[in-house]
């Protein structure tokens, strides 16, 4: 029973690391003090987000380092990078030193590379911990990442909300405190202990309420996240931000009182026929779709559309077969070389001949990566609507918004019982707010239009990178995953230097020199209306490539579902 306890004292750890270290959201909002302290053009300042997001293409590295060094000690690599990283840049922004543009560069490199560290190691910790329901654990504490620029914009509303140059300084030091205070409960984490069927619903259920706890988190923040109402106010509602982190910390005593509760609660509801049927053992799921993938090649019928029953392919059905592989070019298109069977191993070869992956890739180049990339140009946006003094309100609405689609991602978990839906099509679904936001924002320059499109573009790339992994898993594989995803993630460098070239380029020839530096000043709508125009036409091709990509899997996804019943149903 106490090794059930320290596990998820791990996952509040957990919790708590990707709360602070989704450092790179808040960059627009010093980057313009930044692109004004150094003197650069537009240009160079997208290079330095870029250099940020390039640490990605060596997020491998950690994977490496796990190799070789235990946990901790990754850990703790990952928070000196940061705090070297970060804190550099704030002694330049600060004028205590001075650097050339080449180390300011490297610098970002280094604080994005610390990111990809720390979301490796807190990605360990939940598949090691939570086998039975990794999907829920990863959704879980992959969407706290999203609300680090809430939370970084209330300690600097509680400090001092006068100089931007804060953010670096609270970016290189928090980040650093937590891996201290989350050391304890990774260095004793439990053996693992396979849990029993009415364990694994247990653990679904304490799931479902750490994510009714994340949502009040989540609307505290948007709520609260940008007020400016005084110090005195501001250091209240960062102390009542902090408690809401902290009550997840109850999760071991409701561990401790889980025969109390089963006695004299649980048994006079059931879950098991209500609408939060949480995905079981997700090994077990793909193992046993990889078992029947033989059987499911030979061919199979649907009864009552629960139960597969395997018959072999009669001369009729054969027939049936071949004409519908002689139509059209657009079905061709659909099911040439579809995938067999979901949770299929593949290597990095196999992998990049799947046009499933080229799908997949330009779905998320064309969608998430936008997202990324508008919220890194967030502040320069605000500033040429004549909206500056609106950029920290910004940046908190983007940061909800991203944490409530992050935990959107788990939707198809907890309703697959009565809705069962393609997680690929989930995906479709998310990415049709990006392009409404962006043509949005190109119709209107108003602050409500502004506040709108950044709220659906967080909501949506929110979803799609916590719903990336999982994705990733299901189609190619959870043994090559940690690989798979990593190449997947590389559309986000080659995303921010391609979308942000484009836009610093159009920012550029419509501005006009500064003041006090050399570095260019754009006003009005004109700044980013071709940009928004041009990521809208790209995220129209994005959504385009999702559909054609759920039409392809969807068929897997449906084997997939009908063997978990039909399995579930043999074990009941």
Same mark, same amino acid.
């Given at each position: 029973?106490? !090794?059930?306890?320290?596990?998820? *004292? ?114 360990? @910790? ?17 969407? &706290? ?13 509680? $400090? ?8 670096? @300084? ?9 891996? %201290? ?24 259920? *304490? ?16 709520? &609260? ?28 005593? @409701? ?13 006079? %509801? ?11 053992? /997700?090994?077990?799921? $793909?193992?046993?779709? *990889? ?10 019928? =649907?009864?009552?559309? /629960? ?59 064309? !969608? ?10 967030? !502040? ?19 940061? #909800?918004?991203? %944490? &409530?689609?992050? =935990?959107?991602?788990?939707?198809? /978990? ?49 979803? $799609? ?34 979308? !942000? ?21 754009? *006003? ?21 490539? #999702? ?26």
């Amino acid at each position: 029973m106490a !090794g059930q306890s320290r596990k998820w *004292m791990i996952l509040v750890a957990t919790i708590w690391i990707q709360a602070f270290t989704g450092t790179n959201f808040d960059f627009s909002t010093y980057s313009s003090d930044l692109k004004s302290v150094l003197g650069i053009s537009q240009v160079q300042l997208n290079y330095l987000a870029v250099a940020s997001d390039l640490g990605k293409v060596f997020g491998w590295s950690s994977g490496l380092a796990l190799l070789y060094f235990p946990l901790w000690t990754v850990l703790f690599a990952a928070a000196i990078m940061g705090f070297v990283g970060y804190g550099v840049q704030w002694l330049v922004i600060t004028n205590v030193i001075a650097l050339p543009y080449i180390l300011v560069f490297l610098c970002c490199l280094l604080a994005g590379l610390s990111i990809c560290w720390f979301n490796t190691v807190c990605f360990v @910790l939940c598949i090691r911990n939570f086998p039975a329901n990794r999907s829920l654990a990863l959704s879980l504490t992959v969407s &706290f990442n999203g609300v680090s620029a809430a939370l970084y914009t209330l300690a600097y509303n509680a $400090i001092n909300p006068i100089s931007t140059q804060l953010y670096l @300084l609270l970016n290189a030091l928090i980040p650093l405190i937590v891996s %201290f205070a989350a050391l304890i409960p990774i260095l004793r984490q439990p053996p693992l202990e396979p849990l029993p069927p009415d364990g694994v619903r247990r653990d679904s259920f *304490m799931f479902l309420l750490l994510n009714i706890l994340a949502v009040l988190n989540g609307v505290y923040l948007l709520l &609260f996240g940008s007020k400016t109402s005084g110090v005195t106010s501001a250091r209240l509602l960062f102390g009542g931000s902090i408690l809401l982190l902290i009550l997840p910390l109850c999760l071991p005593g @409701l561990v401790y009182a889980r025969n109390w509760y089963l006695h004299k609660v649980h048994s006079s %509801f059931r879950l098991e026929g209500s609408g939060f049927i949480l995905v079981d053992v /997700d090994e077990l799921e $793909i193992h046993k779709g *990889m078992v029947t993938r033989e059987a499911s090649f030979d061919g199979y019928q =649907l009864m009552n559309d /629960d139960v597969v029953l395997r018959t072999p392919i009669t001369p009729v059905q054969k027939s049936f077969i071949e004409d519908d592989n002689n139509r059209s070019c657009c079905s061709k298109l659909i099911t040439r070389n579809q995938l067999g069977m979901l949770g299929e191993e593949h290597p990095l070869f196999l992998l990049l001949c799947r046009s499933d992956f080229w799908l997949y890739y330009i779905a998320y180049f064309c !969608g998430g990566t936008i997202g990324l990339v508008y919220s890194n140009n967030l !502040g320069q946006i605000a500033q040429s609507l004549g909206q500056s003094s609106e950029t920290t309100t910004l940046v908190t609405l983007y940061s #909800s918004f991203s %944490f &409530f689609g992050r =935990l959107l991602s788990a939707t198809p /978990d907890y309703i697959r019982a009565k809705f069962y839906f393609a997680r690929t099509g989930w995906l479709a679904v998310a990415l049709f707010p990006t392009t409404v936001a962006l043509f949005l924002l190109a119709s209107s320059g108003s602050l409500s239009a502004l506040q709108a499109g950044t709220a659906l573009i967080g909501l949506s790339s929110g979803f $799609i990178f916590a719903a990336a992994v999982s994705i990733t898993s299901e189609l190619f594989g959870p043994n090559s995953v940690g690989v798979n995803h990593n190449i997947l993630i590389t559309n986000i460098p080659i995303g921010s230097l391609v979308y !942000g070239f484009l836009a610093a380029l159009v920012y550029e020839s419509h501005s006009t020199a500064g003041s006090k530096t050399g570095s260019v000043v754009c *006003m009005g709508r004109d700044c980013y209306f071709l940009t928004f125009v041009w990521w809208g036409c790209l995220s129209v091709i994005g959504l385009g490539s #999702s559909v054609v990509l759920f039409l392809r899997t969807r068929r897997a996804y449906q084997r997939f579902e009908q063997d978990r019943i039909a399995s579930s149903m043999l074990y009941s």
